[in-house]
């Protein structure tokens, strides 16, 4: 684990997906424990983004916890008046941040969980299977598979608070 940083308050995340750029964005440091990087920013993409299960709009802030040493992020999404909507979590691999920059490889898995709990849905397992990784990259994609059962599990039993504490 290296040492805590002294990383500028501002920074980029760029997200990755395939070996191409998804999204860039500023967000604003909140805290580089060395292990774990927690961000806050408006949400990104232009627009509204309508899930079904849950609406991300402008106005929308996102505080965004990476891991380097763990294969997921977790995005806790409030509305602009600071109404808790749930947490979008992302299955990654571990999180790079350099020259102000947090890189971020999207594995395709995705676990929503609702506010309160009710509802923990896993989304996009068709996209991970079609991305071929498991071919290219068995390691990987056997530690994707295990991060996103990790986030079930944990959503299901101790809800994720604790993990983001």
């Known amino acids: 684990m290296?040492?805590?940083?002294?990383?500028?308050?501002?920074?980029?995340?760029?997200?990755?997906?395939?070996?191409?750029?998804?999204?860039?964005?500023?967000?604003?440091?909140?805290?580089?424990?060395?292990?774990?990087?927690?961000?806050?920013?408006?949400?990104?993409?232009?627009?509204?983004?309508?899930?079904?299960?849950?609406?991300?709009?402008?106005?929308?802030?996102?505080?965004?916890?990476?891991?380097?040493?763990?294969?997921?992020?977790?995005?806790?999404?409030?509305?602009?008046?600071?109404e808790l909507k749930g947490w979008y979590c992302d299955v990654t691999r571990p999180a790079v941040l350099r020259d102000g920059v947090l890189l971020v490889e999207d594995l395709d898995l995705d676990l929503w969980v609702s506010a309160d709990g009710s509802s923990v849905l896993r989304l996009d397992e068709d996209e991970f299977e079609a991305s071929g990784l498991a071919d290219r990259d068995p390691q990987a994609a056997r530690s994707a598979v295990r991060a996103l059962d990790d986030l079930e599990h944990l959503a299901r039993t101790e809800g994720l608070t604790g993990l983001l504490a």
């Open 2 to 82: 290296s040492a805590p940083s002294a990383e500028p308050a501002a920074l980029t995340v760029a997200l990755t997906k395939a070996g191409r750029t998804k999204i860039r964005y500023p967000a604003e440091l909140v805290r580089d424990d060395g292990s774990r990087v927690t961000v806050r920013a408006p949400w990104a993409a232009p627009g509204v983004r309508d899930f079904g299960f849950v609406r991300f709009e402008p106005g929308d802030v996102l505080t965004e916890h990476y891991w380097r040493d763990r294969w997921f992020a977790v995005k806790e999404v409030r509305t602009g008046a600071g």
